[in-house]
């Protein structure tokens, strides 16, 4: 299946760690995106992960992957308010055959409260 | 190094026309793929090409059609609009395509289309 799921949304204070979480049907999957969308804009690439990789550290991001429960979660340490956006998880499955096509999360709003 | 850009920005067409966008990729990437993204449905995979052949489809109608040139730019095509084909069109540019190989797939600011 190409399901991939996320809550609809999450509001923290500023300065608090901020989790969003995903989760994905295709134990196929080989790398696993989370991207960034903020109002009328595109989408931005911030951090990937591997799947033999359990865990990314990335300066205030953290990637943790179980992929036996096929669970993908985003730790933003010392959230600011320009870190409100939308935030959406994607995987791609090209491990068999080529292919750079992603299927993504329905995507989780973030809202930062000074 | 620029990054992926896609025209118009904004466009405005009527039920039954037709209408063509544009991407151009990184300098250097030679895959591109397109996606729609609509409140209702989301961010959807429409295509993607390389080397000027398209490796992959999503699940649209034949209405949505695709090509990309030698030189890696992509265009897209969409005829006889639906008011249902309002949406955003996200191009994505990515360097590798091969099998095992990280995506890592760069986005434009997209085309919002609306058809009215």
């Known amino acids: 299946g190409e399901d991939v799921e996320q809550s609809l949304f999450l509001s923290v204070r500023e300065g608090d760690s901020s989790v969003i979480n995903c989760t994905y049907t295709d134990s196929s999957s080989t790398y696993l995106y989370w991207y960034k969308q903020e109002p009328g804009a595109g989408l931005q690439l911030l951090t990937y992960?591997?799947?033999?990789?359990d865990m990314k550290q990335d300066q205030r991001l953290t990637v943790l992957l179980n992929k036996k429960d096929k669970h993908l979660s985003l730790r933003i340490a010392d959230t600011q308010t320009g870190d409100s956006a939308i935030y959406f998880c994607a995987e791609t499955q090209n491990y068999g055959g080529a292919t750079n096509k992603l299927i993504f999360g329905t995507g989780t709003l973030l809202a930062v409260q000074p | 190094k620029a990054g992926v850009t896609q025209t118009p920005r904004y466009l405005i067409k009527t039920r039954g026309q037709q209408v063509t966008l544009s991407c151009s990729p990184i300098?250097?990437?030679?895959?591109v793929s397109w996606y729609q993204q609509t409140p209702g449905q989301g961010l959807q995979f429409l295509f993607e090409y390389f080397s000027e052949t398209q490796r992959n489809k999503g699940n649209f109608p034949g209405r949505f059609s695709g090509r990309q040139f030698s030189n890696s730019r992509s265009e897209m095509n969409v005829s006889t609009l639906e008011l249902g084909d309002s949406a955003l069109y996200l191009c994505a540019s990515s360097l590798a395509y091969q099998a095992g190989l990280n995506t890592e797939a760069f986005f434009g600011q997209g085309t919002r289309l609306t058809v009215v």
């Open positions: 300098s250097g990437h030679r895959s």
């Open positions: 992960i591997f799947s033999n990789m």
